[in-house]
């Protein structure tokens, strides 16, 4: 497709239950974005893709998080029994080192 | 370490009037600098970036360095220009650096 697409866009989860957030970015693009947005804050930065290169997952806010991808294609962000404080909107964005971010909509993941 | 900060949540304005979105920031080398919009129901997009010295839709902002700041102007807001605006900083882009964003502005314009 033409943007960053992410799926669900929306996600309703117990407490304590695990789940998966998918990214597809944009064709050709090498870097790939996580980012968390509570409601009523800025964007948090998760974790960054960048080719092969290792992963920069300094923003990770604990080991319940864990995110793959695989080359330059789709990511997914994994969170393992969810808490009520990951209730937020996931962000996915793609680019081209050097040229802007594209995000795609965002996932709303609400825990019960 | 790197910081954006936006000291407004929420700025209101009438139709016509000037409009003003600050920003500062905190980072030790040369930044470079970003103002992103997300309208209403729409995904996050680039609004402009500093080292383009462009106009967007009538915004502009510039760098001072020596007040770390990169506020966003334009001389007459439009109803059409209400959305949550972010400033955005991140090290050397080329390198393909993270960015940075601060915790957003909400604009309202008024008719």
């Known amino acids: 497709g033409a943007g960053v697409s992410q799926s669900p866009s929306n996600k309703v989860t117990e407490k304590g239950k695990d789940v998966e957030l998918r990214c597809d970015p944009i064709?050709?693009?090498?870097?790939l974005y996580w980012y968390r947005q509570r409601l009523g804050q800025g964007l948090e930065f998760l974790i960054y893709?960048?080719?092969?290169?290792?992963?920069?997952k300094s923003g990770l806010p604990s080991d319940r998080f864990s995110a793959e991808r695989t080359g330059e294609s789709v990511s997914t962000l994994t969170i393992q029994r969810t808490q009520q404080e990951d209730s937020a909107v996931y962000l996915c964005?793609?680019?081209?080192?050097?040229?802007?971010?594209?995000f795609g909509s965002g996932t709303r993941l609400t825990v019960v | 370490a790197q910081r954006v900060t936006q000291p407004e949540k929420l700025l209101s304005v009438f139709k016509g009037a000037p409009v003003e979105l600050k920003c500062n920031y905190s980072?030790?080398?040369?930044?470079?600098l970003f103002w992103y919009v997300q309208y209403s129901r729409q995904r996050l997009q680039l609004l402009l970036r500093?080292?383009s010295r462009e106009s967007i839709k009538g915004f502009t902002a510039d760098l001072n360095k020596g007040e770390t700041s990169f506020h966003l102007k334009k001389p007459f807001a439009q109803e059409e220009d209400s959305a949550m605006y972010y400033c955005a900083l991140s090290g050397r882009w080329s390198q393909g650096n993270k960015l940075v964003f601060g915790a957003g502005t909400i604009l309202r314009v008024k008719s």
């Open positions: 064709s050709g693009h090498t870097a």
């Open positions: 893709f960048q080719g092969n290169s290792a992963p920069d």
């Open positions: 964005a793609s680019s081209l080192a050097g040229f802007g971010y594209t």
């Open positions: 980072y030790s080398g040369s930044p470079e």
């Open positions: 500093h080292i």
